[in-house]
């Protein structure tokens, strides 16, 4: 059995990790630490998991940790880079959740997120977990930065255009929509029900976390400088991320649907809708899909592609369950077969 820990484990990502690691043939969930409820039991906070966990929240020990094979980081960003090094030193496998290693140039991750990063050694080795483009990197990591969940939906959505060279790359734009789960469970404002119900609004225009790493992954896959505009949206929704791309194309004879169906034919988790199909939110909630659809409006030069994920699952816990599967070499789709719910 693979002996797991989980770090910052009371949030809505902490749960989605225990509620699905729970259903997971080949893993043993040894650790789950939270210095806010350490001495708590797991199920008195989740009451959904009571009957299936009897472990208590502790505080982050090193030694209880690094006696785990895979540690998940479910904590604020700037956290797990302060005890990933010595873990890694022990032989443990990271997988981050939050953003400490996803950004490959320290000063970048500064800018970005307003502090110096603990070991910026650390990020040239550290694999970004979106396993469609770098599953064979991940099988060999010991330290996979797991996507963040708007980047999960643009980036999947993106990546058959780029790769076939079909569009230009110098002015793709995204319209995004996140469920307020996304958000944290956090106490603010501008998630109370009074704030956010019956709302849309949009958000972090002009700068938004997400912006750099998705155009870091986009430049990844096209091998040249990419032009991004990244506009989100909290809507009133509990979960579910939808992301509406634009891009030009650049020759009139191409099958986007044929493009899409081929580059994702043997991905076990993204599912290319037929043709004229328009995806919705609730068709992946609960489970680990990323449902995508391609349209070419008026047979025009604009490809418009449609994306949605649980930003819960595929887009944060499903996903790194996916990751650690690579990682520890059992089947990839282990633990995250379950269907989505409906209504």
Not at 8 to 23: D, M, N, Q
Not at 198 to 224: C, F, M, S, T
Request: charged share 20%; aromatic share 6%.
């Amino acid at each position: 059995m693979i002996k797991v820990g989980i770090v910052g484990a009371t949030g809505y990502t902490g749960a989605e990790l225990l509620r699905l690691l729970l259903g997971h043939s080949h893993v043993e969930v040894v650790a789950i630490t939270s210095r806010t409820a350490a001495g708590q039991r797991v199920d008195d906070l989740f009451s959904n998991l009571r009957g299936r966990i009897n472990l208590l929240f502790t505080n982050p020990a090193a030694e209880t940790l690094k006696a785990c094979d895979v540690v998940f980081f479910a904590t604020p960003n700037g956290i797990a880079m302060q005890s990933v090094p010595a873990l890694l030193e022990a032989g443990v496998k990271i997988i981050d959740l939050g953003a400490d290693f996803r950004l490959r140039n320290a000063d970048i991750w500064h800018q970005w997120y307003g502090c110096e990063h603990a070991c910026p050694e650390l990020l040239p080795e550290a694999v970004y977990g979106l396993p469609e483009l770098n599953r064979s990197a991940i099988r060999t990591a010991r330290l996979v930065a797991n996507p963040g969940c708007y980047p999960t939906a643009v980036v999947l959505g993106f990546l058959p255009l780029i790769e076939a060279r079909i569009i230009q790359t110098g002015h793709l734009i995204v319209d995004a929509k996140s469920g307020v789960s996304g958000a944290g469970r956090k106490a603010q404002t501008s998630t109370l029900l009074c704030e956010a119900g019956e709302n849309l609004k949009a958000y972090g225009v002009d700068a938004h976390r997400h912006w750099p790493e998705i155009r870091q992954a986009l430049i990844q896959i096209a091998n040249e400088d990419v032009e991004l505009v990244f506009v989100p949206h909290l809507v009133p929704m509990i979960r579910g991320v939808f992301a509406t791309l634009y891009a030009r194309l650049r020759a009139d004879a191409v099958d986007l649907q044929q493009i899409f169906e081929r580059r994702y034919a043997s991905e076990p988790f993204v599912d290319v809708l037929p043709a004229g199909s328009h995806p919705e939110t609730r068709s992946v909630r609960g489970g680990n899909q990323c449902r995508i659809a391609v349209h070419r409006p008026s047979d025009g030069a604009t490809a418009v592609v449609l994306a949605v994920i649980d930003n819960l699952v595929k887009g944060a816990a499903g996903q790194a369950i996916q990751n650690m599967n690579l990682m520890v070499g059992v089947d990839e789709t282990s633990g995250l077969s379950g269907i989505a719910l409906l209504p």
